[in-house]
């Protein structure tokens, strides 16, 4: 069962995607939060596996994810909001977030991306997406810190990152280079190591910082 926390100041909200979500058999809505301090209590309370998050909630979303990460490890953050600036999306990813969902995602969207969340997949709205790529494209804009960060990858893993990047699962990324899902899970995890990230997503937003998606 995933154990799933819902954060946001809204009430209304908060029901509507309860109601979504316990439409499935393995999802389970164990806690409520109006604010980041009790986003950050619940989860570890809880033992939260996913937990979605209102950015821009009381004690602020990217509060609430530095929190989470700090007191419950366990729990894998994902911001479900109105606001999709690229600059709000990348602190969000930076401070540890395992993905950005926007809340006109649609219900077996928001089912499918729980899911993936709790399997340590990298969640990103394909809006979200596009907009950081584009974004990159537009300013002609390569980080050369990021970049450099890149320079122990072997090319296989370089491929392998540039898709993750785009929020690919690994079992899209196999599928794509003609691997097994288990050689793609080892190189993410030389991945993560050899570039300093310490999630999958914050190894999609170096991709996308360091050009690799350009």
Not at 5 to 24: F, K, N, P, Q, Y
Not at 54 to 73: F, K, N
């Amino acid at each position: 069962m995933i154990r799933v926390l819902i954060a946001d100041d809204e009430a209304l909200m908060r029901t509507g995607v309860r109601l979504v979500l316990e439409h499935d058999d393995e999802i389970s809505v164990v806690a409520e939060a109006q604010n980041a301090h009790e986003a950050v209590e619940a989860c570890r309370a809880h033992q939260v596996d996913v937990a979605l998050l209102d950015i821009r909630m009381p004690g602020d979303g990217i509060t609430a994810v530095t929190g989470i990460a700090r007191h419950s490890p366990r729990t894998h953050a994902v911001m479900l909001t109105s606001f999709g600036e690229e600059e709000t999306v990348t602190s969000a990813l930076r401070a540890g977030a395992h993905g950005y969902l926007l809340k006109d995602t649609g219900p077996r969207d928001l089912i499918e991306a729980v899911r993936r969340a709790a399997a340590g997949d990298p969640v990103l709205a394909p809006q979200i997406t596009r907009q950081l790529v584009d974004f990159r494209v537009r300013s002609g804009h390569s980080n050369e810190a990021a970049a450099g960060r890149l320079t122990e990858l072997t090319r296989a893993e370089r491929d392998i990152l540039s898709l993750l990047g785009t929020g690919l699962s690994n079992t899209e990324i196999a599928a794509r280079l003609h691997l097994s899902s288990g050689t793609v899970k080892a190189h993410i995890s030389s991945i993560l190591t050899r570039t300093g990230c310490s999630n999958r997503v914050q190894a999609a937003v170096l991709a996308q910082e360091a050009g690799l998606l350009g």
